[in-house]
Nanobody, 129 residues
């Protein structure tokens, strides 16, 4: 499965963005999907994850309330809606997917990069103050 992330850009603090992750195959609906981000000079960190059906989501504490992960399996696309963007949100956002259907249930696994075998190329989000 190939993933294509898009929707990033240069925005002003307080604005919103919706990132998209388009999958190349219908098997996307069988995959757990997640978003990670990597700030300049930092490690890539977990942001949010959604189950294959879209019924369950988890977020890292720093993004709760402002980030919403969702998916449309009919369109083979996942999304990350970000509200009230802050300069600290600046970075490259990556979508990822895992064939391990229950991986999102483990707090450790869902945050671990190795859990996800499919990765998009990343989309840059830059937030100016």
């Amino acid at each position: 499965v190939q993933l294509q992330a898009s929707g990033g850009g240069l925005v002003t603090a307080g604005e919103s963005l919706r990132l998209s992750c388009a999958a190349s195959e219908r098997t996307f609906s069988d995959l757990v999907m997640a978003w990670f981000r990597q700030a300049p000079g930092q490690e890539r960190e977990f942001v949010a994850v959604i189950s294959s059906t879209g019924g369950t989501t988890f977020y890292t504490e720093s993004t709760k309330g402002r980030f919403t992960i969702s998916r449309d399996n009919a369109r083979n696309t996942g999304y990350l809606q970000i509200h009230s963007l802050e300069p600290a949100d600046t970075g490259v956002y990556y979508c990822a997917a895992s064939s391990s259907r229950h991986s999102y249930l483990s707090s450790l696994k869902r945050r671990t990069r190795n859990t996800y075998e499919f990765w998009g190329q990343g989309t840059q989000v830059t937030v100016s103050s």
